[in-house]
């Protein structure tokens, strides 16, 4: 007579779906940590990515540790009284300048740099950041001094184990919404690139310049 099985006991396909159903679920985890992996910060943390250059030995670890938004330009602060010389006199029938639209605003965003690689990083981090807004735009860092701080200067020169930090500022529209940051080295072209997202409260507000500290 064929043994009869046990109440309660699952039949051999019963544990195939079960270890099934498993898998699924350890593959689906692995989706969702693949942004990590791959060089993505999460939300507002403030977090440091290490990352690669296109040449050998190059690598810096790049902290992103505050967004001022809006940032107010710098004031350049007066400039020495020329020698008066004659002048003609300005033709009333010419108009003057129109001034800005004030449909743009200013972003600063202030980077933390570690050079962890073998070699001299030698890079302009405007032309290395760039920052997206909630439609997918994408807008290049500018070297554009702001009230924030202290900006990069145009070329930054780090020796192996060196370290600096700074501003790098971008020109969006009025109403744009940020959505996330994006640095590479090699001027922005390396193909490894750190994105760190944006919380929805990131901008504090017109006339505001506190900024937002990112860092944990």
Same mark, same amino acid.
């Given at each position: 007579?064929?043994?009869?099985?046990?109440?309660?006991?699952?039949?051999?396909?019963?544990?195939?779906?079960?270890?099934?159903?498993? +898998?699924?679920?350890? /593959?689906?985890? /692995?989706?969702?940590?693949?942004?990590?992996?791959?060089?993505?910060?999460?939300?507002?943390?403030?977090?440091?990515?290490? /990352?690669?250059? &296109?040449?050998?030995?190059?690598?810096? =670890? !790049?902290?992103?540790?505050?967004? !001022?938004?809006?940032?107010?330009?710098? =004031?350049?602060?007066?400039?020495?009284?020329?020698? *008066? !010389?004659?002048?003609?006199?300005? =033709?009333?029938?010419?108009?003057?300048?129109?001034? *800005?639209?004030?449909?743009? $605003?200013?972003?600063?965003?202030?980077?933390?740099?570690? @050079?962890?690689?073998?070699?001299?990083?030698? =890079? +302009?981090?405007?032309?290395?950041?760039?920052?997206?807004? &909630?439609?997918?735009?994408?807008?290049?860092?500018? &070297?554009?001094?702001?009230?924030?701080?202290?900006?990069?200067?145009?070329?930054?020169?780090?020796?192996?184990?060196?370290?600096?930090?700074?501003?790098?500022?971008? $020109?969006?529209?009025?109403?744009?919404?940020?959505?996330?940051?994006?640095?590479?080295? @090699?001027?922005?072209?390396?193909?490894?690139?750190?994105?760190?997202?944006?919380?929805?409260?990131?901008?504090?507000?017109?006339?505001?310049?506190?900024?937002?500290?990112?860092?944990?």
């Amino acid at each position: 007579m064929p043994r009869s099985r046990g109440p309660g006991r699952p039949d051999r396909a019963t544990r195939r779906c079960a270890r099934l159903r498993g +898998s699924l679920r350890a /593959l689906a985890l /692995l989706a969702l940590l693949a942004p990590a992996v791959l060089g993505a910060a999460p939300a507002g943390s403030g977090e440091t990515i290490s /990352l690669a250059g &296109n040449e050998p030995g190059q690598r810096l =670890d !790049v902290t992103l540790t505050q967004v !001022v938004d809006p940032a107010s330009p710098a =004031d350049p602060g007066p400039s020495p009284e020329p020698a *008066p !010389v004659p002048r003609p006199q300005p =033709d009333p029938e010419l108009a003057p300048p129109s001034p *800005p639209s004030g449909s743009d $605003r200013l972003v600063a965003v202030r980077f933390q740099l570690e @050079n962890t690689g073998a070699t001299v990083y030698r =890079d +302009s981090p405007a032309a290395a950041a760039h920052l997206l807004d &909630n439609t997918g735009q994408r807008f290049t860092g500018l &070297n554009v001094p702001t009230t924030a701080g202290a900006s990069f200067p145009d070329t930054v020169t780090l020796d192996p184990g060196g370290a600096t930090e700074g501003f790098v500022t971008f $020109r969006l529209p009025e109403d744009a919404g940020l959505a996330a940051v994006q640095f590479a080295l @090699n001027g922005g072209l390396a193909d490894d690139v750190g994105q760190w997202s944006l919380p929805q409260d990131s901008r504090q507000g017109s006339g505001q310049e506190p900024g937002r500290d990112l860092r944990p």
